[in-house]
């Protein structure tokens, strides 16, 4: 069975930078998507970051453009998000997700985090 457990979330200053980890336990196939979306208070989850398999190029949202980077550990083990230059309206929490996918769509991705949430104060 997939698990997928988030850590790194927490509070920061606007300008700031956070970096989370998804530690990934079971299997996951080759031509998985992994990436991350987030939720910002009263809105819908939306995609930040995804890695598709096969070298397609990395997906990031325009919001996030130039500011993170997402990466994966050896073997799919982790995935990281870097975020640097943090705003105000980064605030959400962040999930980790796996599965098949043809793009940043969530309904795509099968298996999902718990979610850690990101706090940043203007």
């Known amino acids: 069975q997939v698990q997928l457990v988030e850590s790194g979330g927490g509070s920061v200053q606007a300008g700031g930078s956070l970096r989370l980890s998804c530690t990934v336990s079971g299997y996951i196939s080759s031509r998985y998507c992994m990436g991350w979306f987030r939720q910002p208070p009263g809105k819908e989850r939306e995609g930040v970051a995804i890695i598709y398999p096969g070298g397609r190029p990395t997906y990031y949202a325009d919001a996030v453009k130039g500011r993170f980077t997402v990466s994966q550990g050896n073997y799919k083990i982790t995935l990281y998000l870097q975020m640097n230059s943090l705003k105000s309206e980064d605030t959400a929490m962040y999930y980790c997700?796996?599965?098949?996918?043809?793009?940043?769509?969530?309904?795509?991705?099968?298996?999902w985090g718990q979610g850690t949430q990101v706090t940043v104060s203007s």
């Open positions: 997700a796996a599965g098949f996918c043809s793009g940043p769509d969530s309904s795509d991705f099968t298996y």
